[in-house]
């Protein structure tokens, strides 16, 4: 099956610093990729939907000058979380839609990244 | 805006027991509709889906789950759970035809199953 590899899985930084969240669809073209955000025992809240080529869109709450989404090949998207504070360590989890065919609206997810700003 | 409603948060099982968790989901028109499995320290899966058709769909390791359009539901059912069903599961919903495909999750379920 379809693969999207996430990296890091966990990453620890200081107040005020900077964070790059990559997210890889390692054996199709993701013509979409999704950001989602888990707070411990909730369910997956969207950030943003991205894809290749365009600006992503961002959802309702979501400040897009902290969460700063690149979209620039069909397999790579990247997060950067920008001057992080302790409020944003949580769980990002990001997803792939591939493109092609009856697979199109099927959304495959990388394993996750655990970020904790001290 | 849709929401999904898992009802059940915690739901515990002996090896064996049936399985029913169930997903309503608001949004008058036509949906997508998805569980999604994510077994301790993994990553979510896919377990079935529903576009169109046959409104009860098999997945996959014996899952199967009802589209019950008049009731906004899509249940999800194990005849027989085992050890290996424990986990947590989540429901999912897309507008059909939106081109982008953005998912509308439901608030999860763990399910604990004791062997």
């Known amino acids: 099956g379809a693969v999207v590899s996430q990296h890091p899985s966990w990453v620890i930084c200081k107040s005020g610093t900077s964070v790059k969240i990559e997210c890889r669809s390692l054996d199709f073209q993701a013509t979409t990729m999704f950001w989602y955000r888990q707070f411990p025992k909730q369910s997956l809240m969207l950030m943003a939907t991205s894809n290749e080529g365009s600006k992503a869109t961002y959802e309702q709450g979501v400040e897009k000058d902290k969460f700063l989404i690149n979209h620039a090949s069909l397999t790579l998207s990247t997060l950067t979380v920008t001057s992080a504070h302790p409020e944003d360590s949580s769980f990002y989890i990001c997803?792939?839609?591939?493109?092609?065919?009856?697979?199109?609206?099927?959304?495959?997810f990388g394993a996750g990244t655990r970020l904790s700003v001290l | 805006a849709q929401s999904v409603s898992q009802h059940n948060h915690h739901v515990i099982l002996s090896e064996a027991a049936s399985l029913e968790l169930g997903c309503n989901y608001s949004y008058g028109g036509t949906v997508n509709l998805f569980w999604y499995v994510q077994y301790p320290g993994q990553h979510l899966q896919l377990l079935l889906k529903y576009f169109s058709g046959d409104p009860l769909v098999k997945g996959i390791k014996g899952f199967e789950a009802e589209f019950i359009k008049s009731k906004f539901s899509f249940n999800l059912r194990k005849p027989s759970v085992q050890w290996s069903d424990t986990a947590e599961y989540f429901c999912?919903?897309?507008?059909?035809?939106?081109?982008?495909?953005?998912?509308?999750f439901g608030q999860g379920t763990i399910l604990t199953v004791h062997p």
């Open positions: 999912a919903v897309n507008p059909a035809g939106t081109s982008y495909g953005k998912l509308t």
């Open positions: 997803s792939a839609r591939d493109g092609q065919g009856g697979a199109k609206n099927i959304q495959y």
